[in-house]
């Protein structure tokens, strides 16, 4: 794979952190491809199992539920060991309990499986964030993150390319046990790269100042009774509330409301949602670069994370329509930009911690956020589930996911009107 490159290329200061990055985003695939495949497989399964509309709902709530606490007590992991194996533990964890997907016999068991993937899912987006803190610097941030999560996309577009064709050639438990053993290949080499750094021996004196550049802070760690008592953490946590069970719902719902508006079904899945994730790709990329351009040109923090923010938010309002389209690829056009505005949005969000709290600080707000970010799905799922069950239309959950972000917006804004550094 080529190695992404910076907004700003230079050859004489290097790339090495861009390989770091690459890392990252192959780690994300790998991530995602193990958390939509049960999506891919609801119908089968809830027919195999008997599974009802708030049976599935249910599923996602506990994983979500073990996500949600594993994520707060990851982000505090990776502030204490680092990112080197707080990432791989993390990994190993997650990779493990989507292969024991393939044991599950009924819904308890599966239950136990995903709440085992939320543990060690929950590790991913911390130590990315960690990582990315640790090798860029402030006005690269963004950009990085961005490249990093468009690894998500990847996954969902990966996903029904290889789910559907092993189900069909072997059968559903095999979509566990191939994917999975196949993705246990990226850990030995995240271990055999992954150093801080002033721990890279190969990395050069130019480069290292490049991502040193930024005015030193506090390395110590920092108690999360402090930080929860800072306006900002309670942004970017409460940011994550409002727009991470939108994301959990293309995430885990999008086949079945293809399938039920549309028709579609394993076999034709794929260039419909392959498509809705292309966009979000270009979401994930152009948010974080256009944030990073703003910088560029001379645009605060501040200006340049909401304005961006603010452009994703208002392209997510037409998907409230999303049920009302009249052919699949009108659909697959509106939920594609929404999912591409959710990434841009996500990936400027994203660097709120690293932008206004010291490096001590970055894992364990990031978990805080990612902890409120599952709460919020854990909540819309029994949501999802509810209004499946008794009225059978996706209407009222676009509507909600249309008006999210703006929402989300002006909660940032409140509660971090100026986006300067905490002191804590």
Same mark, same amino acid.
């Given at each position: ?40 497989? /609801? ?24 996500y949600a606490v594993a994520y707060l007590v990851w982000g505090k992991i990776m502030d204490k060991i680092g990112a080197r194996w707080g990432f791989g533990i993390a990994f190993l964890i997650w990779q493990v309990a989507h292969i024991a997907h393939a044991g599950a ?11 085992? =993937? ?33 690894? $998500? ?39 055999l790269v992954y150093r801080t750094p002033r721990e890279t021996k190969n990395l050069s004196a130019a480069e290292l100042a490049h991502i040193e550049q930024d005015p030193a802070d506090p390395v110590e760690k920092i108690a999360w009774t402090k930080l929860l008592t ?8 409460? #940011? ?18 293809? #399938? ?6 394993? /076999?034709?899945? #794929?260039? %419909? ?24 040109? #001379? ?6 994370? /909401? ?43 994203? $660097?709120? %911690?690293?932008?206004?709290f010291p490096r001590g600080a970055v894992g364990s707000v990031v978990g805080i956020g990612g902890m409120l970010g599952a709460f919020g799905g854990m909540v819309f799922s029994k949501y999802i589930g509810q209004v499946l069950e008794s009225i059978g239309s996706y $209407? ?18 409140? =509660? ?6 905490? /002191?804590?």
């Open positions: 794979m080529e190695v992404p490159k910076a907004p700003e290329p230079s050859e004489k200061i290097g790339r090495y952190r861009w390989v770091i990055v690459t890392l990252l985003f192959l780690a994300m695939v790998i991530n995602y491809v193990d958390r939509q495949t049960i999506g891919f497989l /609801k119908t089968d399964l809830s027919h195999e199992f008997g599974w009802s509309e708030k049976d599935y709902a249910n599923l996602v709530f506990y994983f979500q539920l073990s016999r009924g819904l308890t068991g599966f239950i136990f499986a995903r709440m085992a =993937l939320g543990v060690g899912e929950a590790g991913g987006f911390p130590g990315g964030i960690k990582a990315v803190t640790e090798w860029f610097p402030k006005k690269e941030r963004a950009f990085a993150t961005g490249i990093f999560n468009a690894g $998500t996309n990847i996954g969902a577009i990966v996903t029904p390319l290889v789910v559907p064709a092993i189900v069909l050639t072997w059968g559903w438990q095999m979509a566990f046990i191939v994917t999975g053993v196949a993705g246990l290949i990226w850990l030995p080499i995240w271990l800072k306006r900002e953490t309670w942004a970017y946590a409460l #940011g994550k509330f409002l727009i991470d069970p939108i994301w959990w719902m293309f995430l885990f719902w999008l086949p079945d409301f293809l #399938g039920k508006r549309y028709g579609l079904d394993l /076999k034709t899945f #794929g260039p %419909p949602i392959v498509a809705i994730y292309l966009l979000s790709d270009v979401g994930s990329v152009g948010g974080g670069w256009l944030s990073s351009r703003l910088l560029k040109n #001379g645009a605060s923090i501040n200006k340049a994370r /909401k304005l961006t923010m603010l452009v994703c938010a208002l392209l997510a309002v037409p998907v409230m329509f999303a049920s009302y389209a009249s052919s699949v690829w009108l659909a697959v056009l509106i939920i594609g930009v929404a999912t591409a505005a959710h990434q841009g949005f996500s990936a400027n969000l994203y $660097t709120l %911690p690293s932008d206004v $209407t009222p959950i676009f509507i909600v996911a249309g008006s999210a972000y703006l929402v989300a917006l002006l909660v940032v804004h409140l =509660l971090a009107p100026k986006m300067e550094p905490v /002191k804590v």
